[in-house]
């Protein structure tokens, strides 16, 4: 049984650019969440999706959007990209209305 | 959203035990505590939940006093592959709230 996957593994751009970040939840999970985690820092709640609509949102701009598919996968768009942008990026699954989630591995986004 | 408060670090040596205590003096009613632990360049992982007194399992212990203000993850001997951050968390298990991270406490055991 596969548990959270996300691709790609690691990533660089450029200021002003765009990113998409993806992910495969636990088999079972309904629910995806996505976190920001600056170097030294713990990991911050940007966003929720439950039946491929935005759930609940933390304090992230509106450069930072999602989307989540029939399958229960999920995608993280990052337009306009800043330097604080650079970070892991990691994403959760779980049933939904669990307070256990299951992380993958993370994205580390450089952006240069 | 309660607010938790833990050391920034702590150093073992290999074998000990090792108590990180949590604070939380706004913990809500209908609000759970949760441990987390992560690696280095790996995302968390769930340790440990409980609600009052004292909760048990293969990898840790946690103790939570009656007036539930703070809590104290218990890591039995130690070893080098313990060595990570841990985050203590509080909130409901409806989920409808996020799981709201602090800085956590990174464990350094030495041999």
């Known amino acids: 049984d596969a548990g959270v996957t996300q691709s790609p593994t690691h990533l660089i751009k450029t200021r002003g650019q765009q990113v998409t970040l993806r992910c495969s939840p636990k088999s079972g999970h309904d629910t995806v969440s996505w976190y920001q985690q600056a170097l030294g820092q713990g990991p911050q709640f940007i966003f929720q999706?439950?039946?491929?609509?935005?759930?609940q949102r933390g304090n992230f701009p509106d450069r930072f959007s999602g989307h989540q598919f029939p399958n229960y996968s999920s995608e993280l768009n990052v337009n306009a990209l800043l330097l604080g942008d650079s970070a892991l990026y990691l994403c959760?699954?779980?049933?939904?209305?669990?307070?256990?989630?299951?992380f993958g591995p993370g994205t580390r986004l450089t952006v240069t | 959203l309660a607010k938790t408060t833990q050391p920034i670090s702590m150093d073992s040596y290999e074998g000990q035990e090792v108590n990180i205590t949590c604070s939380h003096n706004?913990?809500?009613?209908?609000?759970?505590i949760t441990w987390y632990q992560q690696f280095p360049s790996q995302g968390p992982r769930f340790i440990i939940q409980g609600y009052k007194t004292k909760v048990t399992n293969e990898v840790a212990s946690l103790f939570i006093p009656a007036d539930r203000k703070s809590s104290t993850l218990s890591l039995p001997r130690v070893s080098l592959s313990d060595t990570a951050v841990y985050y203590c968390l509080v909130g409901d298990l409806s989920g409808n709230t996020p799981l709201v991270f602090g800085k956590g406490t990174r464990l350094s055991v030495i041999a």
């Open positions: 959760a699954s779980s049933l939904i209305d669990s307070y256990e989630q299951y």
């Open positions: 706004n913990i809500a009613t209908n609000d759970y």
């Open positions: 999706y439950y039946e491929e609509e935005e759930r």
